[in-house]
């Protein structure tokens, strides 16, 4: 599947307007992608398309003396040890259940689009990245199936990267040439 710039952009911006999120694309330049994500959270680099993703974090007066806020400052091994490769359709609906908060697909009650509308959506968001691209989330909701995500249960968890909020959850899809960041921050 392509994708092209204002497919991507406006996807984003409908599924996540909601939201507090940080969702940010980078170059992969390292073997030891964990460094590119240090680089997204630090905001350290653009875009490579130019492409436009959503940063509400990065307008909060907290930021002036962190420029990861709200991420916690950490070195790679710990982000590597916080974070599960799932599979296609698992980070499809982990973009899909980032909608809002409690990470769950009842979020998908709020918009007037379909499950299916909303789902090709999700997935123009993950073709920018392409087939052979990988998934990793903090999240764990363990599915019957080693790598997958199960929204059926009530029972889930998730290994914070910041230290600010009381929930935050992601999906990181690494390709090639890139790394993506999708996450959403929230508080009870």
Request: aromatic share 12%; net charge negative.
């Amino acid at each position: 599947m392509f994708t092209d710039r204002t497919s991507w952009e406006a996807a984003v911006r409908h599924l996540f307007e909601d939201a507090y999120p940080f969702d940010a694309t980078g170059p992969r330049r390292h073997e030891d992608w964990t460094l590119d994500v240090l680089a997204l959270m630090a905001r350290a680099v653009p875009d490579p398309r130019g492409w436009a993703g959503l940063d509400d974090p990065a307008q909060a007066p907290e930021r002036e003396g962190s420029p990861t806020y709200p991420f916690a400052v950490h070195p790679p091994e710990y982000i590597a040890q916080r974070l599960t490769e799932i599979d296609r359709t698992s980070a499809e609906n982990l973009l899909l259940a980032l909608t809002d908060d409690c990470c769950t697909l009842s979020n998908l009650k709020r918009f007037t689009e379909s499950e299916e509308e909303l789902r090709a959506m999700a997935r123009t968001i993950l073709a920018r990245y392409g087939d052979a691209a990988t998934y990793h989330t903090n999240v764990s909701r363990p599915g019957p199936v080693p790598g997958t995500l199960d929204f059926t249960t009530s029972h889930w968890g998730y290994n914070p990267l910041s230290d600010v909020y009381s929930e935050d959850c992601g999906l990181i899809v690494v390709s090639d040439t890139e790394v993506g960041m999708f996450w959403n921050f929230s508080d009870y």
